[in-house]
């Protein structure tokens, strides 16, 4: 019976892993299958040659290296801004008790209650007059405004699964609050500030929405917004968008590589408290 019931799980996390996966097959099919067989072979689950003329053309014609390079940049900083200020922002919570906290928190919460549909045209009027439309900084601006609440609060459920006797003994021991914080909290926050550089990191890096309203110039294009390039008139150019799309995969596999002990670390200790 147990025998069975094993065979029956390992079926069932197969079946999911290939639901999973099979969109990124499909993805990387279609980027290496040459125009004239994409439509003559129908849906074929492998085709019969192959080509890397679609990557090439993304790399040295299309202009998809600049718009790499923007989505770089407005993710790393993303993210990099959000974890400092939410790794605050969590400790204050934590640690504080301070005159109207628990309205601060619930105020937090009610700002993802709205679509973001809602909000680019006042966005657009707060952030023309300071020349930031059509920036990567004043991206960067928003997607740090939008992301950091729910950051905020991830962090501090990192902090709260941290006892507060360690920080206690710490200041008994001669160190500031400040001191106690960088040499024990931080290096136990580890976990939780790798779950959160993830998390961020990939909702800037496919954030779409901003992206398309705020910037109008070719040369500040992320990949997202990027992607419509390959849409045109008389149709739209498979091959190529799918491999700028396989390629755009690249610098978040990477990423996740090198948090990954952090990122697994992080998500299962932020699930439960100490």
Same mark, same amino acid.
């Given at each position: 019976?147990?025998?069975?019931?094993?065979?029956?799980?390992?079926?069932?996390?197969?079946?999911?892993?290939? *639901?999973?996966?099979?969109?990124?097959?499909?993805?990387?099919?279609?980027?290496?299958?040459?125009?004239?067989?994409?439509?003559?072979?129908?849906?074929?689950?492998?085709?019969?040659?192959?080509?890397?003329?679609?990557?090439?053309?993304?790399?040295?014609?299309?202009?998809?290296?600049?718009?790499?390079g923007n989505t770089v940049i407005v993710s790393l900083g993303t993210a990099a801004a959000v974890t400092v200020l939410a790794a605050g922002i969590g400790y204050a *919570?934590?640690?504080?008790?301070f005159a109207g906290k628990r309205t601060l928190m619930v105020f937090l919460v009610i700002t993802q209650l709205f679509p973001l549909v809602m909000v680019i045209t006042?966005?657009?009027?707060?952030?023309?007059?300071?020349?930031?439309? =059509?920036?990567?900084? #004043?991206?960067?601006?928003?997607?740090?405004?939008? =992301?950091?609440?729910?950051?905020?609060?991830?962090?501090?459920?990192?902090?709260? #699964?941290?006892?507060?006797?360690?920080?206690?003994?710490?200041?008994?021991?001669?160190?500031?609050?400040?001191?106690?914080?960088?040499?024990?909290?931080?290096?136990?926050?580890?976990?939780?500030?790798?779950?959160?550089?993830?998390?961020?990191?990939?909702?800037?890096?496919?954030?779409?929405?901003?992206?398309?309203?705020?910037?109008?110039?070719?040369?500040?294009?992320?990949?997202?917004?990027?992607?419509?390039?390959?849409? #045109?008139?008389?149709? +739209?150019?498979? #091959?190529?968008?799918?491999a700028a799309a396989t390629l755009a995969l690249i610098p978040p596999a990477i990423f996740f590589t090198f948090i990954q002990k952090y990122l697994v670390g992080g998500?299962?200790?932020?699930? +439960?408290?100490?």
């Open positions: 019976m147990k025998s069975i019931t094993g065979a029956a799980l390992w079926l069932v996390r197969l079946a999911y892993l290939a *639901f999973a996966l099979f969109p990124l097959f499909w993805l990387i099919r279609i980027s290496l299958t040459p125009d004239d067989l994409l439509y003559s072979e129908g849906t074929t689950i492998w085709p019969s040659s192959l080509t890397l003329a679609n990557f090439a053309y993304v790399i040295e014609e299309s202009p998809f290296p600049v718009f790499f *919570f934590s640690r504080f008790e006042p966005l657009y009027q707060l952030l023309a007059p300071i020349g930031l439309v =059509n920036t990567r900084i #004043g991206l960067i601006v928003v997607f740090t405004a939008f =992301n950091l609440p729910f950051a905020a609060f991830l962090m501090h459920s990192f902090y709260e #699964g941290i006892p507060r006797e360690l920080e206690q003994a710490a200041m008994i021991d001669g160190c500031t609050r400040f001191q106690a914080l960088i040499r024990i909290i931080l290096p136990l926050m580890l976990p939780g500030i790798g779950a959160t550089l993830g998390f961020v990191f990939t909702a800037a890096w496919s954030e779409l929405l901003f992206s398309l309203m705020l910037i109008t110039s070719e040369t500040k294009k992320t990949f997202a917004v990027g992607l419509l390039s390959f849409v #045109g008139k008389s149709g +739209v150019d498979w #091959g190529q968008m799918m998500l299962t200790a932020g699930a +439960v408290k100490a």
